[in-house]
């Protein structure tokens, strides 16, 4: 169902010029970080950990619990990660352009909880509006006196830097966006021993939080972390922005209390998605970004709930759905979303590299009308090297998740549409003309 | 266009300045070199090397490996087309096609006026407006054929100059300040005063 909770963090798009500091101070700005100073760094913590804030850039792991585990150790650097960039995840995007300061007041939360040296804002390169506004918010906040040398008359000290990106998806993983972010090649390290929170940036303990994660801090903090654990059922608490693309009449960002709305709500609800186009019929859907398994119809009624998402073999990612109506041809959607982890393959690990040259290459010919029956059997047992027993969570033969990540769009299709493949290998064509 | 010009190598001597460890600042002073000359020439790689005592190849090293860092000659108009998920299903193909005959060049070509480079790439975040693109990575949502043609003209006549500066420029507004936290504030850069659009809107 469609509750009536409030927006949380995209409570000022739309106010006018909402990108500027005085738009900002206008709707309550700056309140949750003057809070934050007047309590402990232990209680700013705690808050959050009663939040049952899960970080919103895909993983879902408890932030609270993420800064507990920080090596004690001097300094600690806090990273934000703004380089969203799996497929049809829109959501940091808007963030970064039209309310940057909250994502500047939520850093400066989070840096105090966590007694950081330096903060650094993460932006995907290609955000240029985004960094434009971000930068410039920043400006405005060291002028307002909100970050640098004693931040709004504290004790507290911390400066924060816009950093752009160059343009790689394999940066959104928060080893390689640190590897990125000390000037090398976008390379994921091995965890262990490169949890961020033991070794991180330049080896130091580093907190890697997500932008939409760091725009939830300014609401939890004024209003607490039990208002926010309120909402939502359970470990999913609160409200998140769902990224609603493909075939929806209104494809958008929506923020909705997690768990108790569901999927059907958010894709056929007359305010949220509003349903497919021509009332054609659902085919399937990407619950949680690409890397995520695909649900069919049956799973409509289940909540945009973290756990039960898992349980039923796929994730909530980054929150981003996709859907894919009676029109679409699923090989050539699976066939994309293969080519898309082909090309950004860091090279590292060969099951990844290799593996997913090979898959695109069998998945291309099976789409152009030139497969042979054989390669069902050849696709899965090269999904099978990537992510032995192709099971959910994938297990990992890579360093990091983006090759285990390759095989859930091909195992997917095969799975809820073998028959499309057979009707291209045996027809030599495919069937939806292009 | 061979080294970076003197008021350049000041703007990188202040990126230095933001991070802990200089090389952090490899990534945005490439975006100036490449804001400087629209691509990064083996030269000017070269004196970025300097500037952060790297060798040559390791400046090339992180360059070759983003999507954005062109260490070849490109179009003053980089038209990058989205094909991912969300724009392939609501006709992205069918644009790119379009936008070849339009341009008369294969994704990935420029055309030999050199005012155009259009290339094919993944998601580009703006997916509540497929399918879309983005020029020097400026975006635009929701692109029919006759759209495209328009924003072409327009492009090619200049009519969107304040709007799409050349390839290459990525933030135009300058950070104000270094980093303060450490001590008394330091006085402003002259960073800003070279760029009046300080609320972009």
Same mark, same amino acid.
């Given at each position: 169902m469609i509750?009536?909770a ?10 006018p010029?909402?990108w500027?500091?005085?738009?900002y101070?206008?709707h309550?700005?700056y309140?949750?970080?003057?809070k934050a100073l ?5 209680? !700013?913590?705690?808050? &959050? +950990?009663?939040a049952n ?5 895909? =993983?879902?792991?408890e /932030? $609270? ?14 990273v934000?990660n703004g380089d969203?960039?799996e ?5 940091d ?8 300061h909250?994502i500047?007041?939520?850093t400066?939360i989070?840096a105090?909880?966590?007694g950081a ?9 290609e955000?240029a ?5 971000l ?5 405005e ?5 909100? !970050?640098?040398?004693? &931040? +709004? ?8 830097? =816009?950093?752009p990106? /160059? $343009?790689?998806?394999i ?5 390689a ?11 994921p390290?091995?965890?262990?021993p ?6 991180g940036?330049?080896?130091a303990?580093?907190?890697v939080?997500?932008?939409?994660t760091?725009?939830?801090l ?10 926010f ?6 470990r ?6 769902f990224s ?9 960002n ?14 056929f ?8 186009p ?12 690409v890397?995520a ?17 898992g ?13 894919m109506?009676?029109?679409?041809c699923?090989v ?11 090309r950004?393959s860091?090279g590292?690990?060969t099951p ?22 054989a ?14 027993g192709?099971?959910?969570p994938p297990?990992?033969?890579t ?6 990540s ?6 997917s299709a ?12 045996k ?8 | ?8 190598v000041?703007r990188?001597r202040q990126?230095?300045?933001l991070?802990?460890?200089p ?10 070199a490449?804001?400087q000359d ?12 300097e500037?952060?005592?790297l060798?040559p ?6 360059a ?12 003053r ?5 989205c094909?991912?998920?969300a724009?392939?299903?609501n006709?992205?193909?069918e ?32 997916c509540?407006a497929a399918?879309c693109?983005a020029?020097?990575?400026?975006f635009?949502?929701?692109v ?5 043609d ?6 090619a ?8 500066p050349?390839?290459g ?8 300040v270094?980093l303060?936290?450490g001590?008394p ?5 002259d ?8 609320t972009?809107s």
């Amino acid at each position: 169902m469609i509750t009536d909770a409030k927006p949380i963090v995209t409570a000022r798009i739309g106010v006018p010029q909402s990108w500027t500091l005085r738009a900002y101070l206008e709707h309550g700005g700056y309140e949750g970080l003057r809070k934050a100073l007047t309590m402990s760094r232990e209680e !700013v913590s705690q808050e &959050v +950990l009663t939040a049952n804030l899960l970080g919103r850039g895909g =993983a879902g792991f408890e /932030a $609270g619990k993420k800064w507990g585990m920080l090596r004690k150790a001097e300094p600690v650097y806090l990273v934000v990660n703004g380089d969203e960039s799996e497929p049809c995840t829109f959501k940091d995007h808007m963030l970064l352009e039209e309310d940057p300061h909250q994502i500047i007041e939520g850093t400066l939360i989070c840096a105090y909880a966590v007694g950081a040296a330096q903060a650094f804002i993460f932006v995907r390169g290609e955000f240029a509006l985004g960094l434009e506004r971000l930068t410039a918010a920043l400006n405005e906040a060291y002028a307002f006196g909100a !970050v640098g040398r004693n &931040v +709004l008359g504290s004790n507290f000290s911390i400066d924060i830097v =816009a950093h752009p990106g /160059a $343009g790689a998806y394999i940066c959104g993983e928060e080893t390689a966006l640190l590897e990125s972010l000390e000037g090398k090649r976008g390379f994921p390290r091995d965890k262990p021993p490169y949890f961020p929170a033991a070794i991180g940036l330049y080896r130091a303990p580093t907190i890697v939080n997500n932008v939409e994660t760091m725009s939830n801090l300014p609401w939890i903090v004024t209003n607490g972390g039990q208002a926010f654990a309120d909402l939502g059922i359970g470990r999913s608490a609160g409200t998140r922005i769902f990224s609603l693309s493909g075939h929806v009449r209104r494809p958008a960002n929506y923020e909705v209390e997690m768990a108790k709305t569901t999927f059907r709500d958010l894709i056929f609800d007359p305010k949220l998605g509003g349903g497919i186009p021509e009332d054609r019929q659902l085919k399937a859907y990407v619950p949680g970004g690409v890397s995520a398994p695909w649900f069919g119809p049956d799973h409509l009624d289940m909540g945009l709930d973290q756990d039960a998402v898992g349980k039923a073999g796929s994730m909530l990612g980054s929150g981003s759905v996709v859907v894919m109506d009676e029109t679409t041809c699923m090989v050539r959607a699976a066939w994309r979303i293969t080519r898309f982890f082909h090309r950004e393959s860091c090279g590292q690990c060969t099951p990844c590299r290799e593996g997913g040259g090979w898959l695109d290459k069998v998945m291309r010919r099976i789409e152009l009308g030139q497969g042979r029956e054989a390669d069902l059997d050849l696709l899965l047992d090269v999904c099978d090297n990537i992510a032995p027993g192709l099971g959910w969570p994938p297990q990992k033969t890579t360093i990091c998740v983006l090759g285990p990540s390759i095989p859930s769009s091909i195992t997917s299709a095969i799975k809820m549409f073998r028959d499309e493949f057979l009707v291209h290998i045996k027809e030599g064509a495919c069937p939806f003309g292009r | 266009m061979a080294r970076l010009t003197a008021e350049n190598v000041q703007r990188a001597r202040q990126l230095i300045a933001l991070y802990p460890q200089p090389r952090s600042a490899l990534i945005p002073i490439l975006h100036v070199a490449q804001e400087q000359d629209g691509w990064l020439t083996p030269d000017v790689m070269a004196h970025v090397a300097e500037l952060l005592d790297l060798d040559p190849a390791e400046v090339y090293g992180t360059a070759s490996f983003y999507d954005m860092l062109f260490t070849h000659p490109v179009g003053r108009h980089l038209v990058s087309v989205c094909t991912n998920l969300a724009c392939l299903i609501n006709g992205a193909g069918e644009l790119l096609e379009h936008a070849e005959q339009r341009l008369g060049i294969a994704a990935g070509g420029t055309t030999a006026d050199g005012q155009f480079t259009l290339e094919e790439v993944e998601c580009i975040a703006f997916c509540g407006a497929a399918p879309c693109l983005a020029v020097n990575w400026r975006f635009f949502g929701n692109v029919s054929n006759d759209d495209f043609d328009q924003l072409v003209d327009d492009l090619a006549a200049g009519r969107l100059a304040d709007d799409v500066p050349p390839h290459g420029t990525l933030c135009r507004v300058r950070r104000r300040v270094g980093l303060t936290a450490g001590g008394p504030p330091d006085a402003p850069t002259d960073e800003g005063s070279r760029s009046p659009q300080d609320t972009p809107s």
